[in-house]
């Protein structure tokens, strides 16, 4: 009998979308959160090749192994904790606060299905180099505060201290959105 290994599949490539950007304000509060609803956020490069590496694996990926990725770039963090809160019932008593227990919540072959290749942050502004710095400042900001609040939860010893590291993290999501879209 002869060992074959199996055909390995290509990894897909990430989306390319073309941006749409806003030109001028939006009237209203209302306006701006139904403009950002429908939105479609970019990811970090890194990250939407590492979910592609484990989909080719995903009878074999469980929650821990997608919550490093997942949490180390903001805007997948924001999609992943978006799309699971549309998905509780009005008036559930239980909320979901982390991603890993947002993975769990929602399942890993349902996160694969929903998340399909992600258009790359890097790819969406490659003609808005100023809008790629802005939003390159901003996460590295992201990063240093999620990294100073995690210091202070740990040295309290918060039992939360997952949650206060990616309250501080999603901080600045909004102007994010803004140097993505506008």
Known sequence: MTDTLPATQPVPQPVAVTPRYLTKPLAHIGAWTQ????????VLAATARAIEELRAIED??????????IQADPLMTLKLL???ASLRRPGAATETE???T?????????????????PTLEDWLADQPEALQGVQELLNRAERAGQCAL???????????????QAAFLNDFAEILIWLHA
């Open 35 to 42: 403009y950002f609803r429908n939105a479609e956020i970019p």
């Open 60 to 69: 074999d990926v469980d929650a821990n192994m997608l919550t490093p990725i």
């Open 82 to 84: 978006a799309h699971v």
């Open 98 to 100: 982390s991603i890993s």
């Open 102 to 118: 947002s993975l769990i919540l929602m399942g890993i072959s349902p996160f694969f299905r929903r998340f399909g290749p992600q």
């Open 151 to 165: 210091g202070f939860a740990v040295h309290r010893g918060d039992t939360d201290a997952t949650i206060i590291h």
